[in-house]
């Protein structure tokens, strides 16, 4: 019976199978590291340019992603796609000699878009829905939506950190599939209006606390092309002035 379950004598059914699962496993964690590599390699320096140590796995071959409602092709990993979301002459200097340190504003970080209040050129284009509409709309176009909880911070006057008031919350910016509010319009009492991201602004019994900037930053705030849809890149300035103010104007 010592031959039963064997096929030479020496490699049973048991030991191709956990030899097999760990050749799959290896390959798969090959394969997924690899994906992730297809933004964000080869791997930089601070100064730009290619960093020596770029790690086991070596960067995929290009891969082109077919985009939906006539967007234009996107070939992952290339050059021309790192530039695109690349900043030059930021406003900031080194701090010490060696890499991974961190830098410092030398302007104003607030209105530089460096430091907590950074930002990255993501697409200058508005997201969609699967149906190929604006994600991110006003309720004021939208009959059927309405605030069925909480506070209408419509009509409401809007409170800055330095207790002044700026203006006035005059409509309010919603994800149509995600049915959520992303952000407040305020009508501002120097003239325009802005938005205000829902997340760092509190609805108070009489006023709208605008928690993370002063007066004198809301008439700064980045401003938004279209009346009836937002950006991604838009998007990205107005979250990372707002945030930028919880270190900066606090």
Not at 62 to 86: C, Q, W, Y
Request: proline residues 7%; glycine residues 8%; negative net charge.
């Amino acid at each position: 019976m010592d031959g039963v379950g064997l096929f030479d004598g020496h490699i049973d059914l048991a030991l191709i199978a956990i030899w097999s699962f760990w050749l799959f496993f290896a390959l798969l964690i090959y394969y997924l590291q690899t994906e992730n590599m297809r933004e964000g390699y080869p791997l930089e320096k601070e100064d730009g340019s290619v960093a020596p140590n770029q790690g086991l796995f070596p960067v995929p071959a290009p891969k082109t992603i077919k985009m939906p409602f006539g967007k234009a092709d996107v070939v992952l990993p290339s050059a021309e796609n790192e530039e695109a979301h690349r900043r030059h002459d930021l406003a900031l200097a080194r701090t010490a000699l060696s890499e991974g340190f961190p830098h410092k504003p030398v302007g104003d970080p607030m209105l530089d878009g460096v430091g907590p209040a950074s930002w990255v050129p993501r697409s200058d284009t508005v997201e969609l829905t699967g149906e190929g509409h604006a994600k991110v709309q006003p309720m004021s176009a939208h009959e059927h939506f309405f605030v069925s909880a909480g506070r209408d911070p419509r009509g409401m006057p809007v409170v800055c950190n330095d207790d002044l008031v700026v203006g006035q919350v005059v409509d309010i910016w919603i994800d149509v599939p995600e049915q959520m509010i992303r952000y407040l319009e305020i009508e501002l009492e120097t003239g325009g209006r802005c938005l205000a991201p829902m997340q760092l602004v509190r609805v108070r019994t009489r006023y709208v606390d605008v928690r993370t900037l002063d007066s004198t930053r809301m008439a700064q705030v980045p401003k938004i092309a279209a009346s009836d849809r937002i950006t991604l890149l838009e998007e990205e300035k107005l979250v990372a002035f707002y945030g930028g103010g919880e270190l900066y104007c606090r």
